[in-house]
């Protein structure tokens, strides 16, 4: 689904600034978007607004072409939150998983079904984990089986807040790749709030930069992380792997210096050690 805002506006009650300023900004359907931004530059507050949760000052969103009612959510949008482990509330995992397929009309068969195919999704087992009380699962069961109940209700855009926060390598890999495959075999469309240049460059194919609720500017991921000394100035870096090319370069080495990720940087210095480029 393609996501469109236009002059996309909202303020706080009682905050002299806006915590958005008018956002035009556009994401094409079945792509990887990366917001990023300073803290306070508007990155979760607008996460809430593209899922309905608070309604625009001004401006408005479209989703797939459309907008929608005053006080309902956009429907097949999720969201995970940077800890979406706090989000459980059921007393079953079943009950957990099934609730918003429940709640979108699925009947209860459809809802079991959906529940246990999110789960081997998220590579949990469901004959094992079903019948279990999520409050008693590890801390990574839990951000799984919270994982799995938003995929269960086959979102057709997935936005995600700061997912990998708190979250050790083997832990962000996972995720990572999770979205990746939803992405390339589904087609679903990903908004990847991110603190993180390397998961920006690594995922999207887009990035929104948010400086103090506004668009600094968005482009192609290779554009907007070719601006080192524009991103530098809104307090941001860029890649580890692009500053790494970018300094040999700079020090005189015949690099092109336009990658971005470290598998780009790799190349780049393995054709330039005369080592071939793979």
Known sequence: MQIVTEKLTFGYPKQAIPALFPLDWQVEEGTVAAVIGASGSGKS?????LMGFIEPSGGCIKIHGQGKKKGELFPRVGLVMQNPQQQLFGETVLEEVAFAPKNLGF??????SAARSSLEEVGLDPADFL???PFTLSGGEKRRVAIA???????????????????????????????RRKNQNEGLTVIWITHQMEEAAELAQSVLVLQKGGSAFYGPVR???????????????????AKLV?????????LPALAVTAEEAAAEILAWRGEGGG
């Open 223 to 241: 554009e907007v992380f070719a601006g080192e000394e524009r991103l530098a100035a809104l307090g941001l870096d860029i890649p580890l792997s």
């Open 107 to 112: 009947s209860a068969a459809e809802a079991e």
């Open 246 to 254: 970018r300094r040999l370069k700079d020090a005189g080495k015949p």
């Open 45 to 49: 507050t607008l996460a809430r607004l």
């Open 149 to 179: 109940g938003i995929l269960a209700a086959r979102p057709r855009i997935l936005i995600l807040d700061e997912p990998t926060a708190g979250l050790d390598e083997p832990g962000r890999r996972w995720i990572m790749e999770l979205v």
């Open 131 to 133: 019948p279990r009380n």
